[in-house]
T-cell receptor
Framework: TQLLEQSPQFLSIQEGENLTVYCNSSSVFSSLQWYRQEPGEGPVLLVTVVTGGEVKKLKRLTFQFGDARKDSSLHITAAQPGDTGLYLCAGAGDTGRRALTFGSGTRLQVQP | DTGVSQDPRHKITKRGQNVTFRCDPISEHNRLYWYRQTLGQGPEFLTYFQNEAQLEKSRLLSDRFSAERPKGSFSTLEIQRTEQGDSAMYLC?????????????FGPGTRLTVL
């Protein structure tokens, strides 16, 4: 059974601070997606990483896929109140299984 | 470009009733997934279709649950004899397998409350 552990579970910071969210597993994933979810809505895709060691940037967000494709991180620079939400990582299995395995999420609150 | 749509957005029902949810995927996406999300947790996989074929079902999908995708376009998820434990957000996602990558795009979900 593939499991993804996210940390921290909750994060409350002031506007302008930097933060990093981690997503770890003992399993290898063929790809990993990061989503952000608002209350009462479905997850919205932020990025897909596929290659071990890959780094992708989306404005103030930097995503990294571990060399062994077992872990990932999301770094936010100069957080803003609009970044508030639930951040979910999700991995697609390395054995051809297409269903995503989700972490339990990191709830981020950015105070103005 | 329209995204994934789901209907209804909210459903309140009494225990023992049957409910049916609909998902319309992004056009030309050949894969469609159903997930369930309970409060404070990430989504959990239920089942997925490639075109009209149901290729995988999770052990979470009890025999009270059935999903169809009759023409390879929209899909329905039916829950028979609902139980309070079925209360959750039901999410649909679609994808287009391309170059080995299968990025899933989610709909807004259907929030089910079983009284």
């Amino acid at each position: 059974t593939q499991l993804l552990e996210q940390s921290p579970q909750f994060l409350s910071i002031q506007e302008g601070e930097n933060l990093t969210v981690y997503c770890n597993s003992s399993s290898v994933f063929s790809s990993l997606q990061w989503y952000r979810q608002e209350p009462g809505e479905g997850p919205v895709l932020l990025v897909t990483v596929v290659t071990g060691g890959e780094v992708k940037k989306l404005k103030r967000l930097t995503f990294q896929f571990g060399d062994a494709r077992k872990d990932s991180s999301l770094h936010i620079t100069a957080a803003q109140p609009g970044d508030t939400g639930l951040y979910l990582c999700a991995g697609a299995g390395d054995t051809g299984r297409r269903a995503l395995t989700f972490g339990s999420g990191t709830r981020l609150q950015v105070q103005p | 470009d329209t995204g994934v749509s789901q209907d209804p957005r909210h459903k309140i029902t009494k225990r023992g009733q049957n409910v049916t949810f609909r998902c319309d995927p992004i056009s030309e996406h050949n894969r469609l997934y159903w997930y369930r999300q309970t409060l404070g947790q990430g989504p959990e996989f239920l089942t997925y279709f490639q075109n009209e074929a149901q290729l995988e079902k999770s052990r979470l999908l009890s025999d009270r649950f059935s999903a169809e995708r009759p023409k390879g376009s929209f899909s329905t998820l039916e829950i028979q004899r609902t139980e309070q434990g079925d209360s959750a957000m039901y999410l649909c996602a679609s994808s287009l397998l391309k170059g080995g990558t299968d990025t899933q795009y989610f709909g807004p979900g259907t929030r089910l409350t079983v009284l």
